[in-house]
């Protein structure tokens, strides 16, 4: 159990439709970051967060965004949704963001299907 | 943040020290090697990570060569939960943003 958590575990949508994937960092980390994983794609980085501010952004889509909250729990927001959205979404956090000999915790991840 | 090119898989038996290498050779003085797992579509996990020296510990060696260019993970007594993609990550020890950039990675089997 690597302390972050993520919900739901798994998601059934529809194309078109609007999901929000939620996030809690382990104890005392302060970044979180956010991965896509599909099929043709691999692990991509989404975008990060530190202390709730935008640190670094990635192959976001414009339907897609984000947000970290003053509890420091994140969510992700995936709108219009389209088939290729379906994949594992993985959050992560870290200690400080900088990335400086800093490791990364995952969590299990939310599995979206979008139908 | 230097390319890293590995083996798409590997075979190991079980109990025998599993070997996996990693070609940086773009790798940049500040740069550091990172190794993490991903074990059957679960989250991704940290094994160890090194700038020059080899390390060590309770999961993994990372033997770097001294030009830096390549590595070896080396799990020493390889078992079946060890069976996962393993993603070799250069990435420079400084700056605002930890983030991962993740390649194709290793698929390692271990078989008993």
């Known amino acids: 159990d690597s302390g972050v958590t993520q919900t739901p575990k798994h998601l059934i949508t529809a194309t078109g439709q609007r999901v929000t994937l939620r996030c809690s960092p382990r104890s005392g980390d302060l970044s979180v970051y956010w991965y896509q994983q599909s099929l043709d794609q691999g692990l991509q980085f989404l975008i990060q967060?530190?202390?709730?501010?935008?640190?670094a952004k990635g192959n976001i889509l414009e339907r897609f965004s984000a947000q970290q909250f003053p509890d420091l729990h994140s969510e992700l927001n995936l709108s219009s949704l389209e088939l290729g959205d379906s994949a594992l979404y993985f959050c992560?956090?870290?200690?400080?963001?900088?990335?400086?000999?800093?490791?990364?915790?995952f969590g299990p991840g939310t599995r979206l299907l979008v139908l | 943040d230097a390319k890293t090119t590995q083996p798409t898989s590997m075979d190991c038996a079980e109990g025998r020290a599993a070997n996996l290498p990693c070609n940086h050779s773009t790798i940049s003085g500040n740069e550091y090697v990172y190794w993490y797992r991903q074990i059957h579509s679960q989250g991704p996990q940290y094994i160890i990570h090194g700038l020059k020296n080899n390390e060590t510990n309770e999961m993994a060696s990372l033997i770097i060569t001294e030009d830096r260019k390549s590595s070896t993970l080396i799990l020493p007594h390889a078992t079946l939960r060890d069976t996962a993609v393993y993603y070799c990550?250069?990435?420079?020890?400084?700056?605002?943003?930890?983030?991962?950039?993740f390649g194709q990675g290793t698929t390692l089997q271990v078989k008993p």
């Open positions: 990550i250069v990435r420079v020890a400084t700056g605002n943003t930890g983030k991962l950039i």
């Open positions: 967060y530190y202390n709730g501010e935008e640190r």
């Open positions: 992560a956090s870290s200690v400080s963001g900088t990335g400086i000999q800093e490791t990364q915790y």
